[in-house]
């Protein structure tokens, strides 16, 4: 799952540095009024707003994998356990019948 995270992560820090340098969002910068690098920051604070909510998206589905896990175990365990007492109460095969 970490490797999602880092892929996430990666892309969102390339996206922006392309959108940042991209000619088309120089020129429309030099139109508007808020300077280059105060929307670079802004575009930065937001892309890692959205890495970390998505962090926090992957460890939840981590927790609830590992709870399914532990529950696919246990039901298991449950099963192996009916399985023995099914076998304890059927009889035993006979071995004398030709």
């Known amino acids: 799952m970490r490797c999602i995270q880092v892929i996430v992560f990666s892309a969102f ?3 922006g540095v392309v959108m940042a340098t991209s ?4 020129h429309q910068d030099a ?3 808020t300077p280059a690098p105060l929307k670079v ?7 890692q707003a959205q890495v970390r909510r998505l962090e926090r998206d992957v460890h939840q589905q981590e927790l609830d994998s590992q ?3 532990q ?5 298991d365990q449950v ?3 009916l399985q023995k007492q099914l076998q304890a109460l059927q009889p035993p095969p006979s071995g004398g019948q030709h």
Do not use: C, G, H
Not at 71 to 75: A, E, I, M, W
């Open 41 to 47: 920051q802004r575009k930065l604070v937001e892309s």
């Open 31 to 33: 139109k508007s009024t």
């Open 23 to 26: 000619p088309a969002s120089v």
């Open 13 to 15: 820090i390339s996206s």
């Open 67 to 69: 709870r399914a896990s």
């Open 71 to 75: 529950r696919l175990q246990q039901q």
């Open 79 to 81: 099963i192996a356990e």
